[in-house]
């Protein structure tokens, strides 16, 4: 009887911090000064559990940012599990665009907040590596994008996104943009109909002889 009231409370402790967090991002994109008195009413949640959770404006700040990376790296295993890797890949880089936009409008506020507490490196790129590694893996092994990508690759490819205005009509132009990087990635992919290298495309062409008739 303990241990389920135990886990009760644990369950209730955990959607209350989920739920400031959720609160947090909106307020905060908004209005990166937004009173975290405010943030705890509309959360639901009294003054004390709010400041158990986050004791000050940083640590609210950066753990809104962290579990917003962590929410878009968890959803590459999640989209894997229901979706051919392909379009897994292509749907997490749509979540990824709306987290950009996202992070782009708590600018202020993480700026603030990294002034005390250091590099942002450190509180989401690993899982969002480990996710697009997953991604890239799963689609290699299917032969839906071409071979030896690395996260390094995927990244550079989509750095464009943080370039876009968040504050315009961002979705069709992010849309555009990882319309064209999925289709690099296609490029060259074993599974794709074509040759994966250019030593098999010239091995191709040299098997269908002169006079085949091909320009």
Known sequence: ???????????????????????????LTRAADAPLSAIAKKAGVGQGTFYRNF??????????????????????????????????LREW???????????????????????????????GHGPVTEAVTLLLNANEEAGTIRPGLTPDDFVLAIAG?????????WRPR????????????????SGAGGPTTPQAATDESEADGPGDGRV
């Not at 992010?174 to 992919?189: E, I, P």
Request: hydrophobic residues 45%.
């Open 1 to 27: 009887m303990q241990e389920e009231k135990s886990a009760t409370l644990r369950s209730d402790a955990q959607r209350n911090r989920e739920r400031i967090l959720e609160v947090a991002l909106a307020e």
């Open 174 to 189: 992010a849309t555009r943009l990882l319309d064209l990087v999925m289709d690099g990635l296609r490029a060259g992919a």
């Open 93 to 123: 880089m749509d979540r990824l665009a709306q987290y950009a936009m996202a992070k782009a409008g708590l600018a202020d506020a993480l700026r603030q907040a990294t002034s005390k507490y250091g590099s942002l490196a450190q509180l």
């Open 161 to 169: 996104l943080w370039q876009i205005d968040p504050h315009s009509d």
């Open 55 to 88: 004791p000050n404006r940083e640590a609210l700040v950066l753990e809104v940012y962290r579990y917003e990376m962590q929410q878009v790296a968890d959803a590459a295993a999640q989209l894997l599990q229901t979706r051919a890797p392909d379009r897994a």
